[in-house]
């Protein structure tokens, strides 16, 4: 440390419930102290109030965790709510497709409503409180039209939550070398705007995209996460362990281990150190 005050950020691990593997690995990154924040997939088959209690439990001494809700419209997921469409064989669609439907705005309003206001009410019937902050699984929730619902609502039903916006606080120069994070930052824009005209908090600053590749190292690019990140700033990860139900939902497997050991590990924390960082 070098005596001046840590920057605070959030490390939020997306997915919580997208299996019980997953979960596991989420709490215990918790209880050591890896983790800060994490968002439960309320859609997920495996979502159950048993899972959410284990969760919460983990601040019952004293709080360790930020517990948010990980919205999620695109499949292989379904609707939670009972009008819900399009769909395809009973699911959302694929996220190019949803993608399209919200820019072109062809979802019905009252529907997309129904079904963000439906995934809020089954996290507060879970956790018995509204979330502490929202995203969205495949980053849905900085979509148009899906985005200004879900403002609406967070500033309805959770007032003191906060919700990600996923703009990096880079140099507008040095923002090109990364074309996904680039396409978050454009629609973050709006988002953001969108949020401060309604009075709902965002991070301010965002980083944790990268290329979901086998051979990437996600410890060599966990370093590079914190540069020019602000106090407040988000880092998303998706640590877990691998099973079966992970699998069958989610192309995102063998990282998810990786992500987990260098968590676990000796260097994040001392990386943390080196950096003058700590988890808020």
């Not at 916006?165 to 880079?170: D, M, N, P």
């Not at 923002?175 to 973050?188: H, I, P, T, V």
Request: aromatic share 10%; proline share 6%; charged share 20%.
């Amino acid at each position: 440390m070098n005596g001046r005050a840590p920057r605070r950020i959030w490390l939020c691990a997306d997915d919580f419930c997208i299996s019980s593997s997953v979960n596991t690995a989420i709490r215990d990154l918790v209880v050591r102290g890896r983790l800060n924040a994490t968002s439960v997939l309320v859609a997920a088959p495996s979502f159950n109030r048993g899972e959410a209690r284990a969760l919460d439990a983990l601040n019952s001494v004293k709080p360790r965790v930020a517990i948010g809700l990980h919205l999620a419209l695109t499949a292989p997921f379904r609707p939670v709510s009972k009008d819900f469409a399009p769909l395809r064989e009973g699911a959302f669609l694929p996220l190019f497709a949803t993608a399209r439907h919200a820019v072109m705005r062809r979802f019905a309003r009252d529907a997309l409503i129904s079904e963000i206001s439906g995934q809020m009410q089954a996290f507060a019937a879970a956790f018995g409180r509204p979330p502490d902050f929202v995203d969205g699984h495949q980053h849905v929730h900085l979509l148009p039209q899906i985005g200004d619902a879900l403002l609406r609502l967070v500033k309805e039903v959770a007032p003191h939550a906060w919700v990600r916006q996923c703009g990096r606080a880079l140099p507008f120069a040095a923002r090109f070398a990364d074309r996904k994070s680039l396409l978050l930052d454009a629609f973050s824009y709006r988002f953001r705007r969108a949020a401060t005209a309604l009075g709902v908090r965002t991070n301010p600053g965002f980083a944790g995209a990268y290329e979901f590749d086998d051979d990437a190292d996600f410890a060599a690019l966990f370093p590079r996460f914190l540069d020019a990140l602000p106090d407040g700033g988000v880092v998303m990860c998706h640590p877990g362990f691998v099973d079966a139900e992970l699998r069958r939902l989610d192309p995102l497997t063998t990282l998810r281990e990786k992500e987990y050991a260098f968590l676990a590990g000796d260097a994040f924390p001392a990386l943390l150190a080196a950096r003058s960082i700590a988890l808020a």
